[in-house]
């Protein structure tokens, strides 16, 4: 056991305790809604930050697994937050990722995210017009199982270890090394012998997986969803990226510290600005990439391991810097 | 000619008609983004946003000065010019030489931009539905034409006819700059190869400069142009940012000519679509397409772009 999985483990426990000491319904609403980011910048992190396959389309992901947990329960196939449940919004987000995989993993950088944008748009617009499945633009509502919001604390805490737990097993396995590599130069992965399709079609797998289960959670949390909500693409897909590169992509702790900035704030914006409350994270993307291209996480990184250079040898400090 | 067949035809011909009038002002839509695409290969998910702008400009004419939309073009245009310039000059530029993990960060860039775009114009007119009355808006022209003894009657909106109209023009007016002139060339020897230019003495700067503020001056005229038939309202932007990509990629990027093709097609599997497989899906149809084009023709549809 490495220090630094001691320390992820740690704070879980730290912060499994915590709603014994909180009971304040909007503090434990906030800390729910920052694990669910926690989750899903994670999810998309393995994608687009260490694989490097930026997708603009998670929400359709999210969208797949809260509709499969919400007409399983309203069809009496399941009953709310029944564990199964987030299991199979998790591999029926997995099946759809496989799908928009094998179509849109034919295309490279920036035809990929965009197609895969485009299909969620389709997914979007099904959603909308499949009426006897989804119930349209209306949405699906339901009374969610439980009526403590420290339930589901739990719930998405351990969903949200599990994500880190696994994305940094991968990291480190033989997987990890090739998505790096493909990220890095998809043909010099592709001239050494990694099937790049293949472990780029298992990343998405793993990220959809785990977007799916978030999607199922907040359907079972909330308790209503229309597709304009789950399948958005400025509420879910953008913000997932912005969630990551505000805490910086392809590293472990960015997304959670991503999600903390990015709840806390737009709990603020909402406050003090009734309407247009988006405005200041577009300023904050502009801001974040003009100054933090590496994000918060990255960016500290990166003047920890220049200084420490320097530390070791003064004298080239000048081509370091 | 039974006057059920007759009937048909004037459905086809009426689609087409409208699709092809659409399809004129997606073109415009898709000029812009295909020449910002093609200078500096980078996608501009604010299109829609700059063309949400140029539509609150007019609108903000019409209904303080009672300024005509087509007249309004006048000042549209520059202003939008100068805003592309500004944007890119103090925003995009800055971020094209920095380093970082994700290769993408420009193009996340401009969705901030569009973020912030839409949600002041939704502080500044709140998200209210809003139009620009002109007189002429449901102003439509008849054409009858004799066949087999049935008379097919077809109309085209008077709107639609004169945004069609200006916007050819506006085409052509780029064609031959793009062609004729030395600025023209430059963008072009930009677009081929930035560094070839730069090495023959083209400040490639000041080219990328030149071309957002062009390509949102142009995007800026479809907004002025669809304001007397549309509604608009702060989060208009994104749908048209997707159209106006879905458009350059059928055209090829940075392909001039396959844009307008590509705006065509888009005009016309929409307005096809709605009427002959379900209007839910309008939009359905120009992404799938897309990804069709992408998987199959994945340098546009003329062939000749640089995917």
Redesign the interface.
Known sequence: MTKSLAAALLSVTALALLPLFVSNTYVLHMLVMVLLWVLLGQSWNLLGGYTGQVSYGHAAFFGVGAYTTAIMVKSGLSPAMAWWGLLLGGILAALVGSVLGWICFRLRGPYFSLSILALSEVLRLIAVNWKDLTNGAEGILYIPAFNSKAAYYWIILALAAVSFLTIRAVMRSKFGFYFLAIREDQDCAESLGINTTKYKLYSLLISAFFTGVAGSFYMNYMGFIDPGIVFSLPDISIMMILCTMLGGAATMEGPAVGAVLYILMSEAFRVFLKSGHLLFFGILIIVIIIFFPQGIVGTLRERWAGRRLRAASPGISKEVA | MSPQVAGQIELLGQVLISGILLGGLYALIGLGMSLIMGVMK??NLAHGELMMVAMYITYGMFTLWKVDPYVSLLVVCPAMFLLGIAIQKF?IT??MN????????Q???T??????????A??LF??NYRSVPVSYASKTIYWDVKAGGQTISLSFSYPFLVAFGIAVFLGAALFLFLGMTDTGRMIRATAQDKRAASLLGINTKRITYITFGLGAALVGAAGALLDPVYYLYPQIG?PFT?KA??IT?LGGLGNIPGAVLGGLVLGLAESLGSVYV?L??K??FG??I??LV??FL?KGLLGKGR?
Not at chain 2, 98 to 105: C, E, F, G, Y
């Open positions: 980078i996608i925003l800055p971020v920095a380093d970082s993990v994700l290769p993408q960060n193009v996340l860039l969705v901030g931009i569009g973020l912030v775009l839409s949600n002041l939704l502080l709140t998200a994104g997707s990509f879905v990629v379900s839910g899906y939009d359905a992404f799938i897309f990804v992408l998987i994945p995917a």
